[in-house]
């Protein structure tokens, strides 16, 4: 069996998906990134041991971040996706927020890209398309070559939900329903290779996802449970990593996509440290030289590293005060670590903070809160409640008792076949 995994570039959705294509390559499948290149990233693919190959324009995301524009976009402005206020969700959010979404789409998967793999799928003849929610080139070549294809989520679905959400709308607008820009997208797109729009290229024939059970939202979609896999970038461990620490041992970290993405952090790292300064723990810091230079002093509990290998310092640590990513999640959930969620603004970071906060092993300090008092409350409340860490515990077991992407490949084998 042949499989492509299609990925945004950059590091967190690569790693995220790597697993599965670790679990097909372990049976036998023969397993291949394919995609653009963001030449920020090689090494990310590579460190996973998967055959990568490139196709299409090269996708430097910094580069257009910085040829972004001002005002409202997918990105910034008044239609952000991570919008979890119900009263928010008006007909304009709703249309403007997915029509904003299908330009990213559109953006990540430009015509060029597509045709050289879709010439190439023809040739190479996949069997199966695993693709990010980002990139629908995959359901686009799987279509045009006849292959099976699911999403595999790297975080809350979003897409589902602001997809769904829409869907409802028109029905409630009927019979006067405006054009779906999505659908007309696609039509387009598929147009090329001689194929129609059918609803499984909105969602996949399936959707792999290994988030926690509590952040995973109630939609009318195949959804598949996985166990998360931490990956990391392989280093040589120092020895304090494995050690137990003296004192109660926090990690901070903001994770990697803002930086890429946004190219700038949405919340105050001086404020975060500073307030982490007051309590009697041993912090452990992702912040590279950027993230600090607002920064006039480094308190002196606080190990600053530009990278850490995260699931094996989570192993010893008491919380986490995190932006609410899907990994960083993932990882702190498989350590049975509480969370104290900063959350940012590009995905679903609030919308599973709550989640977690509502199960019990979270706590919630949203941007315009942060200060150092708040941040210190959060953290000392979370150190001193011994209900976080059981629930914690809780949460992991509920992960652990999940069935693995080992034990899911049998299920996408047979799926393959009935797709045949």
């Known amino acids: 069996m042949r499989v492509m995994l299609m990925v945004f570039p950059t590091r967190t959705h690569i790693y995220s998906m790597t697993p599965i294509g670790w679990a097909?390559?372990?049976?036998?499948?023969?397993?291949?990134?394919?995609?653009?290149?963001?030449?920020q990233e090689v090494d990310s693919y590579l460190e996973t041991g998967l055959d990568t190959m490139w196709f299409g324009p090269e996708l430097d995301i910094a580069r257009h971040r910085k040829l972004s524009v001002e005002g409202d976009n997918a990105m910034q402005g008044s239609y952000l996706?991570?919008?979890?206020?119900?009263?928010?969700?008006?007909?304009?959010?709703?249309?403007?927020?997915?029509?904003?979404?299908?330009?990213?789409?559109?953006?990540?998967?430009?015509?060029?890209?597509?045709?050289?793999?879709v010439r190439f799928a023809r040739q190479w003849q996949p069997d199966l398309v695993i693709w990010d929610p980002i990139v629908y080139a995959g359901p686009l070549v799987a279509k045009a070559v006849g292959a099976a294809h699911m999403r595999f989520l790297y975080a809350a679905d979003q897409t589902a939900r602001l997809g769904l959400q829409y869907l409802d709308l028109?029905?409630?607008?009927?019979?006067?329903?405006?054009?779906?820009?999505?659908?007309?997208?696609?039509?387009?797109?598929?147009?090329?290779?001689?194929?129609?729009?059918?609803?499984?290229?909105?969602?996949?024939?399936?959707?792999?996802?290994?988030?926690?059970?509590?952040?995973?939202?109630?939609?009318?979609?195949?959804?598949?449970?996985?166990?998360?896999?931490?990956?990391?970038?392989?280093?040589?461990?120092?020895r304090w990593v494995v050690e137990k620490p003296e004192r109660p041992r926090v990690m901070l970290t903001l994770g990697v996509s803002n930086r890429q993405v946004l190219g700038q952090e949405e919340t105050s790292v001086a404020d975060l440290l500073d307030g982490l300064a007051e309590l009697d723990i041993e912090v452990?810091?992702?912040l590279n030289a950027s993230q600090l230079a607002s920064v006039k002093h480094v308190p002196d509990n606080v190990r600053a590293m530009d990278f850490v290998p995260m699931n094996?310092?989570?192993?010893?640590?008491?919380?986490?005060?995190?932006?609410?990513?899907?990994?960083?999640?993932?990882?702190?959930?498989?350590?049975?670590?509480?969370?104290v969620i900063v959350p940012g603004t590009t995905w679903s970071e609030r919308a599973s903070a709550l989640a977690l906060e509502k199960r019990g092993n979270g706590l919630t300090l949203d941007l315009e809160d942060v200060s150092p008092q708040t941040v210190r409350d959060k953290v000392a409340r979370?150190?001193?409640?011994?209900?976080?860490?059981?629930?914690?515990?809780?949460?992991?077991?509920?992960?652990?008792?999940?069935?693995?992407?080992?034990?899911?490949?049998?299920l996408l084998e047979k799926k393959i076949a009935a797709n045949r």
Do not use: K
Not at 24 to 39: D, I, K, Q, S, T
Not at 202 to 215: E, K, N
Not at 385 to 403: G, K, N
């Open 284 to 286: 452990i810091a992702t």
């Open 312 to 339: 094996e310092v989570l192993a010893s640590c008491s919380a986490i005060v995190h932006q609410g990513g899907g990994a960083t999640i993932g990882n702190a959930v498989v350590n049975a670590v509480p969370q």
């Open 24 to 39: 097909l390559a372990a049976a036998g499948h023969e397993v291949r990134f394919v995609g653009p290149c963001n030449p």
């Open 170 to 238: 028109m029905d409630r607008l009927n019979p006067d329903p405006r054009p779906d820009s999505f659908v007309d997208w696609m039509s387009e797109m598929l147009g090329r290779y001689g194929c129609e729009y059918d609803e499984s290229l909105r969602f996949g024939m399936a959707t792999i996802d290994p988030s926690p059970a509590c952040v995973r939202y109630d939609l009318d979609v195949n959804y598949i449970p996985v166990g998360f896999v931490p990956v990391n970038r392989p280093m040589a461990l120092p």
């Open 81 to 117: 996706i991570s919008e979890t206020r119900p009263e928010r969700y008006t007909e304009d959010y709703i249309r403007t927020t997915y029509d904003m979404w299908t330009e990213v789409f559109r953006w990540s998967t430009p015509v060029a890209l597509v045709d050289e793999l």
């Open 382 to 410: 979370m150190l001193d409640e011994p209900s976080f860490r059981e629930c914690a515990i809780e949460v992991q077991q509920e992960m652990l008792a999940t069935q693995t992407t080992h034990d899911i490949v049998s």
